[in-house]
């Protein structure tokens, strides 16, 4: 029985008095309390009280092949009414599980042939770091099991992959997150380079601090290394030319493990189904995604390494690799990854956004033109409009400016949606957006 849609301020007011939001803000703040939304399709949302939006930020970097797909709904629905759940431990797999492997493996760069399914992309960083050790301990060095990533990074917000992950803001709940075995390197943030550096010089520093860690560490604490191939929460650092293959040959020379966190960029952000080896020409031993596997249709998430670290596992490691969710290979999850990739294929949407992803980045550009903007950088379908209070000194608003509230407020009753975090507002429209929605969504931006 379908349940009438009650009224925006009366579902507000039931989801205040019980829901506690993933970074909720406890501080100051104006409670608008209007949106709550009720239908997508598409590149679009409405809202209940039947306002669109045009959604900028693809949900959560997430909505690839669009909204309100009968062909998604459907897949899901059949295999629901199929298969909804099966055990999938140690020696039972089902039948979408089994195909999503095998396709993944077709599509993944190299020898990654192996998959590991999980819930989402946190579980998938969560797994790749502790395969690391598992990987390592196997060839028999138990102490190779340290982490170096990045500052400005986001990977998760489990307990380990909060830890890994190092993104401004994110750690002021004075949690005591896991310090021992992890090391932050700069984040490799061109427009906020030092400014008597050229970019190639900035490479050259990024490099060299990543030597001089494993040389003061030493690379026998040292077993991976994780990087989104773009920093994504972190502002769409598009890292230096060279920087991200001559990290993994660093990697490669001490035998650290090179984790591509490709939750946002696999799947077509970028126009490939993989950024790591088409866009930047590294070959990552390991993978993580999750996101736009499935279009943000039902949780999933997963992480696809090699054989060389699967055959190393099988021989020398324990018996055991305890690692798996309930819902670790989920049928219905796993058809809904199988359509979403057909769709992606049969309606060429990595051509498309290799297209329009080139039009959004020029027509977005046009935005650096404004005063309040100091740098509009991107790639594809991923862009980040950085404002800033002076161009000069790259000096950010100081916080009661409130910009980033300001701007998708004022978005929001334009029927743009935005979710700038602080001054830095990143896009991620899903993959089938139209030149004529870049354009609206361009210009209610300049407005
Ligand atoms: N890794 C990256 C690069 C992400 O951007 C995210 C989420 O935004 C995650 C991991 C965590 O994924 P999830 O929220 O699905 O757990």
Known sequence: VAQAILPNEALWEMDRAHSL??????????????????????????DASGRRYLD????????????GRKDMAQAIADQAERLAYANYFVDVTNDPA????????????????????????STAVDTAVRMVSFYHRAKGNPTKTGIVAREASYHGSTYLTQSVGKRNGDRIDEFDYKSEGIWHLASPNCYRR???????????????????????????????????????????????????RRMWQVCQKHDILFIADEVVTAFGRLGHWFASLDEFGVQPDIITSAKGLTSGYVPLGALIFSDRIWDVMAKGGH???????????HPVACAAGLKNIEIIESEGLLEHTRKVGDYFQSRMG??????????????KLMLCVES???RETKAVLPDEANESKRISDICEDMG?????????????????????????AAEVLEK
């Open 21 to 46: 939001h993933p970074w909720t803000n406890f501080g100051p703040f104006e409670d608008k309390g209007s949106l709550v939304i009720t239908k997508g399709q598409g590149c679009y949302l409405w």
């Open 56 to 67: 900028a930020v693809g949900g959560m970097w997430c909505t690839n092949v669009g909204l």
């Open 98 to 121: 089994a195909r999503l492997a095998a396709k993944i493996a077709e599509l993944a760069p190299g020898d990654l042939n192996r998959v590991h399914f999980t819930t989402g992309g």
């Open 194 to 244: 030092p400014s008597h550096m050229t970019e190639e010089q900035f490479c050259d520093d990024l490099v060299a601090e990543f030597e001089a860690l494993i040389a003061r560490e030493g690379a026998d604490r040292i077993g991976g290394f994780i990087a989104e191939p773009i920093q994504a929460s972190g502002g769409i650092v598009i890292p230096p030319k060279d920087y991200l």
């Open 319 to 329: 018996r055991w690799f305890t690692s798996g969710l309930t819902y670790s290979g």
């Open 366 to 379: 046009e935005l650096s033109a404004l005063p309040l903007v100091g740098d509009v950088r991107g790639r």
């Open 388 to 390: 800033v209070a002076n």
């Open 416 to 440: 743009l949606l935005v979710r700038p975090l602080g001054h830095l507002n990143v896009m991620s429209p899903p993959l089938v957006i139209t030149e004529s929605e870049i354009d609206f």
